[in-house]
């Protein structure tokens, strides 16, 4: 199985920028696919950017394109979500997921992290 730790959340103004990442751990078997959640306070979850297990194919929500933007250091066991120009509407907790990139990107993935706040004030 795969253990996923995001990290990187804060609190930012409305125009700013962070980083989140999400390392990935324990013994596995096989290549993943890896995305990235968020959920607001009395919000479903969405989905906010996807990437293929070699880099070489992302997605992203289009409230975040052209904004947001996913990679992953597969060396490291790492996907990044870099975040510009954050709006006040970005905050949320943001979660890390992993499996074939049809799961990640539906939602219905294996395995989860347990999520970084993310608070962009206005």
């Known amino acids: 199985q795969v253990h996923l730790v995001e990290s990187g959340g804060g609190l930012v103004q409305a125009g700013g920028s962070l980083r989140l990442s999400c390392a990935a751990s324990g013994r596995t078997f096989n290549s993943y696919a890896m995305g990235w959640f968020r959920q607001a306070p009395g919000k479903e979850r969405e989905f906010v950017a996807a990437?293929?297990?070699?880099?070489?194919?992302?997605y992203y929500a289009n409230s975040v394109k052209g904004r947001f933007t996913i990679s992953r250091d597969n060396a490291k066991n790492t996907v990044y979500l870099q975040m510009n120009s954050l709006k006040p509407e970005d905050t949320a907790v943001y979660y890390c997921?992993?499996?074939?990139?049809?799961?990640?990107?539906?939602?219905?993935?294996?395995?989860w992290g347990q999520g970084t706040q993310v608070t962009v004030s206005s």
């Open positions: 990437i293929s297990w070699s880099g070489g194919s992302t």
């Open positions: 997921n992993a499996d074939q990139i049809v799961k990640v990107v539906a939602g219905s993935s294996d395995y």
